[in-house]
């Protein structure tokens, strides 16, 4: 298998011919290959991009949503075929691959839906006899950058909405699942009969090829979703010319576990917010804060969980596959874990590996200023802090970068008047982080025509118009 450049309506190799190697996670088995793109073909993909976007956008929203329903067509015919395949390049279970692919349809049907529904809104006037209306128009070309964990999923949420309002797109899929994140997709679209140029994929290192896209001047908006240290390059290299820029970032989400909580609920809960894909996830919860009324409790229960999960190759029908890279499963064991532990922290379940399998691990006595308890952890680790009240439990949350948080309280009131006062962009009450995918995505991917319509003196239809930013 190869992820080629799918360019202007064309699959190719690199101008530098370079490729690299696609391993399966589980059994380290070469998959394929991916060509690396340089900022040689990402101008050529943006050029194409940009000369085919003026005519994309002119398409009707009939046809913009046809085409959309044949993209997810034909990912729904190689639905099994792209489970598999997801499985290999990800190292995610059957269950998490079925999902993501599932989802990624999904998102590219609602598009297709959503891009008929709505063109702008009529406003009130600001004066007697005038109309005034709001137009919703694309913003022009996206660079879209994906990571490895949910490389089609995140892909999608970008794609679908983008394509659907008359965005044409360049996609630089992560090195690490360049076939399920890149290459499967620019078939779907080629053979769905998308025009040239519309939707490119450009496989490819991130200094290479992912750097040039990112800073490009001829792109309208860059999609991030990563680490928050290339996040902050990112933006600042958009500050200097007033790029836009989407950015979703890393951060310590937490799980907090009150003194009335009902820790069966909430053990069973931090099975998924911690260790669903073996916590590599932007949402996984990376600090677990209990009262310390329930702390042995819960302790308990979540080690009891683990303690039962099975680890190894996803087509074994295990509960956990492997982590995604030796990078990865390093940082997690000896940069958080083992370093952790030598700060005071307790082990009391797992930290072992074998290979890129790694043992759900549980850890006790967890304070700030010990890895676990202040960066992302971004594998299968349970990292317990306790604490005297609700409000210490607060602070401590508070602070910290989040995307995702969960509050556990057997009163609902008091769940819910502690999640407002938790600083995330999403709090769940009695639950781990929601399943809901990234829906209603329009605004994200359109800019607003301003218009404003009189009557001229004589009530004749006179128009005047304008555009705001």
């Not at 002119?58 to 085409?67: D, F, G, I, K, Q």
């Not at 729904?76 to 079925?98: H, N």
């Not at 909430?266 to 996830?281: D, K, N, P, V, Y």
């Not at 962009?425 to 990234?438: F, I, L, M, P």
């Amino acid at each position: 298998m190869e992820a080629q450049l799918y360019i202007d309506g064309e699959f190719s190799q690199a101008a530098s011919g370079q490729t690299g190697p696609v391993h399966e996670k589980a059994t380290g088995k070469q998959l394929g290959t991916y060509a690396k793109a340089t900022k040689e073909d990402i101008d050529r993909a943006i050029q194409a991009a940009r000369q085919a976007q003026p005519a994309w956008a002119a398409t009707s929203a009939p046809e913009r949503s046809n085409l959309l329903l044949k993209f997810a067509e034909v990912l729904q015919e190689r639905f099994d075929e792209l489970v598999e395949q997801s499985m290999r390049e990800t190292g995610g279970v059957r269950a998490k691959a079925e999902d993501e692919v599932g989802t990624s349809i999904k998102q590219l049907r609602i598009s297709a839906v959503q891009v008929g529904q709505n063109a702008g809104d009529i406003l009130p006037p600001y004066k007697a006899g005038k109309l005034s209306l709001s137009r919703a128009v694309p913003l022009g070309v996206i660079g879209l950058i994906t990571p490895w964990n949910y490389p089609m999923n995140l892909a999608m949420r970008a794609v679908g909405p983008g394509l659907a309002f008359g965005n044409t797109i360049v996609l630089k899929p992560a090195e690490l699942t360049p076939i399920i994140g890149g290459q499967v997709l620019a078939e779907a679209a080629h053979h769905a009969g998308f025009p040239p140029g519309v939707f490119n994929v450009v496989p490819g290192d991130g200094e290479q090829a992912g750097w040039p896209l990112a800073t490009h001047p001829g792109l309208d908006l860059m999609d991030f979703t990563g680490s928050r240290e290339i996040g902050v390059r990112i933006a600042e290299a958009a500050a200097s010319n007033l790029r836009n820029i989407r950015l979703e970032l890393g951060g310590s989400n937490a799980f907090v576990i009150l003194d009335d909580a009902d820790i069966e609920l909430a053990a069973s809960c931090a099975m998924i917010a911690s260790l669903e894909f073996q916590g590599q996830t932007c949402i996984s919860a990376s600090r677990h804060i209990v009262h310390r009324d329930v702390a042995d409790t819960y302790l308990d229960a979540v080690t009891k969980r683990v303690a039962a999960l099975k680890v190894g190759d996803p087509f074994d029908n295990v509960d956990q596959g492997p982590l995604i890279s030796e990078k990865q499963r390093d940082r997690v064991h000896h940069d958080i874990v083992e370093k952790s532990i030598a700060m005071g922290a307790r082990l009391v379940s797992g930290g072992t590996y074998e290979g890129l399998f790694y043992r759900p691990t549980v850890l006790a006595d967890v304070r700030p200023g010990m890895p676990a308890f202040d960066e992302e952890i971004f594998g299968p680790v349970i990292p317990v802090t306790v604490v005297d009240s609700e409000d210490e439990a607060i602070d401590l949350v508070n602070g910290y970068p989040m995307l995702m948080n969960s509050v556990f309280s057997a009163d609902l009131v008091r769940g819910m008047r502690v999640a407002e006062q938790l600083q995330a962009g999403e709090v769940h009450v009695n639950d781990a982080h929601a399943r809901h995918g990234a829906e209603n995505q329009m605004p994200g991917f359109t800019k607003r025509q301003w218009i404003g319509v009189q009557r001229t003196p004589l009530n004749l239809p006179g128009w005047t118009a304008g555009v705001a930013g």
